[in-house]
């Protein structure tokens, strides 16, 4: 201590002392930046603030969410910088800003997600693929259509490329529209049945963590084929919702550290996953063709690839990731938009019955197990008859009896053993009373293209409550982008929320929910980048349309067997990162079977 300082003194000194040092490293990390720039370009750098040393602004926007874009875009304007994980950045808004972006993949820019997320996810996916690689899988994609000839010149494509590129190009046909039209009626079972599940709650049901459970079924079963018992089901959902939940971390590898939780989570999937591949590479049938991972193995070996065992778990874990999270999110924004606006849940149904979509019949809360369900309509085009249990929600105050592992199942219907029937029965399951309701009446894609203004509320949710804030680049090249130098190397972020709610074309408020402005009335919908929820360009979303059917059956099943309200006093709030869902789950709705002649209660 200085001589003829007291220690208060001495405190208050030092306090000064650190605050000037914290100060000066924050200028110095400033400078650093300001002198990255290209100075073969005049132009200057974007303004912002690129925050403090390494740690950047990235604590700021975890906690702030959608509020941080937001400010810092009424103070620097459409185009601003920051420094998030670890990289530099430049924050992107407006259509034609986005517009020079996307279309200038492989020229301006490559894709570039955060390096938590390469290592997360691994090298193997559809999402790090860069260059020619990325254009084969898109030509392959886009050639997928389903005819013969379309589905031959595809193969044709993926044998002539090299290994990696054939690999790029059998991922890219699992969504190819004919695939999608396998998946669409076991995905419409798992939909329905899940949701008669929410309608024997007794209690609330927490639907962001409901939809969620919904839509990882629907990738574990239909795209990975995995048949598990419940227990190992939920745990491998836990899972993976875990190693999410960390793809968007510091670049730390440390104890403790997001990343390295992400990285235990994955490690645990892929160990999973490896046993769940080599029983499907024991089997002997090369025609089995039932789910998207079966498809991945079988056309390899058509096309006298042998993928490694790395190649299949990272390829597993990114059908997955492509189908479950974000969906989710958008499944719970469809709930909630639809709850808020009960008028568009009744023009929703009078479209369905123009359609003789909209089946009023009682409620089934009791059914066949959710595998039997899914085989049968893989193995038939009739519709099946689900037995009743009349008086199954008359007692609410009973909970679904527990699984075999005698834990309880609060979330979905017991699965009770089927009844014997003759082999003439086929599918046709009747209840010992005879009396019978019909599950969903089978949905293809044509059907499902014919429901215009359902496609207008969906385009609508997407809008409002785009799952995905943005996307990543990296600048191939110093290019110019609204007045200032956009310096190579820099990572670019794209916002998809905040060019929705700020573009000039849309007539009515744009925070407004209006399913009409994409009807074919209004002009809105023209134009392709002032709506991108999916994206746009050579990296739109492969899974866009796997997305929207599984939004489209989600809203149909809704309207047209359950009636949903509020369970809490008020809606929750909304959280933007690293996807859009309530804050803490608050999203906790009632849901009840609709009655004969009770369809306009919802």
Not at 558 to 566: G, H, I, M, Y
């Amino acid at each position: 201590m200085p001589a003829g300082l007291s220690w208060p003194e001495a405190a208050a000194l030092a306090l000064l002392a650190l605050a000037l040092l914290a100060t000066l490293c924050r200028h110095l990390w400033a400078l650093r930046w300001s002198l990255s720039r290209d100075r073969a370009s005049a132009l200057p750098l974007p303004k912002g603030s690129m925050g403090w040393p390494f740690f950047g602004e990235t604590l700021h926007w975890l906690l702030q969410g959608s509020h941080f874009h937001s400010s810092r875009r009424e103070r620097y304007g459409n185009v601003f910088k920051t420094h998030l994980l670890g990289r530099p950045v430049v924050r992107v808004t407006g259509a034609e800003n986005i517009r020079k972006i996307l279309l200038g993949e492989h020229t301006l820019v490559s894709t570039q997600w955060p390096q938590s997320t390469q290592i997360i996810l691994g090298s193997h996916t559809l999402l790090g693929s860069i260059g020619d690689l990325h254009r084969q899988r898109r030509k392959v994609s886009l050639a997928a259509a389903p005819t013969q000839h379309a589905a031959q010149a595809a193969q044709h494509a993926a044998q002539a490329a090299p290994p990696a590129q054939a690999w790029a190009s059998i991922l890219a046909r699992v969504f190819s529209r004919a695939a999608l039209e396998s998946y669409l009626p076991r995905i419409q079972k798992v939909v329905s049945w899940e949701l008669r599940g929410w309608c024997m709650e007794p209690g609330s049901i927490a639907v962001y963590s409901s939809a969620k459970t919904l839509t990882f079924r629907i990738a574990a079963r239909i795209l990975l084929g995995l048949r598990l018992e419940e227990k190992q089901f939920k745990d491998l959902a836990k899972t993976f919702e875990q190693l999410v939940e960390n793809l968007f971390s510091l670049p730390l590898n440390i104890p403790f550290s997001g990343l390295r939780k992400g990285i235990k989570a994955r490690d645990m999937l892929h160990e999973f996953m490896e046993k769940a591949i080599q029983e499907k590479l024991q089997r002997n049938n090369p025609e089995d063709h039932s789910d998207a991972l079966d498809f991945i193995i079988n056309s390899a070996k058509e096309h006298g690839k042998e993928f490694t065992m790395q190649e299949l778990k990272e390829s597993a874990i990114e059908l997955i990731f492509a189908a479950f999270f974000t969906t989710a999110s958008a499944s719970t924004s469809l709930i909630l938009l639809l709850l808020k606006h009960p008028s568009v849940i009744e023009k929703i149904r009078q479209e369905l019955m123009s359609h003789e979509l909209y089946q009023q019949c009682e409620h089934c809360p009791v059914g066949p197990c959710l595998d039997t369900l899914i085989t049968q309509s893989r193995d038939s085009e009739k519709p099946l008859l689900c037995p009743t249990a009349k008086g199954a929600r008359e007692d609410q105050s009973q909970p679904p009896g527990p699984t075999e592992e005698g834990s309880p199942q609060p979330h979905a219907p017991p699965e009770p053993t089927l009844p014997q029937s003759s082999p003439s029965a086929g599918p046709q399951l009747r209840a010992p009373s005879g009396q019978s309701c019909r599950c969903p009446s089978d949905i293809n894609l044509e059907k499902l293209s014919r429901l215009c203004y359902l496609d207008c509320v969906i385009k609508e949710v997407l809008r409002v409550l785009p799952p995905v804030s943005g996307g990543y680049r990296t600048a191939l090249q110093t290019f110019e982008l609204d007045g200032y130098q956009i310096p190579k190397g820099w990572s670019v972020m794209y916002s998809i929320r905040d060019t929705h709610e700020t573009a000039a074309v849309y007539q009515s408020p744009p925070g407004g929910f209006d399913p009409d402005r994409f009807g074919a009335a209004r002009t809105e919908a023209v134009g392709r980048f002032h709506y991108i929820p999916f994206g746009g360009g050579a990296r739109s979303c492969i899974g866009k349309e796997l997305a929207q059917a599984i939004l489209k059956l989600l809203a149909i099943e809704l309207v047209s067997t359950a009636r949903w309200e509020l369970a809490t006093p008020s809606y929750p709030a909304m959280q933007t990162v690293p996807i859009v869902h309530p804050v803490d789950d608050g999203l906790q709705l009632y849901f009840h079977p609709l009655q004969r002649g009770r369809g306009s209660e919802a």
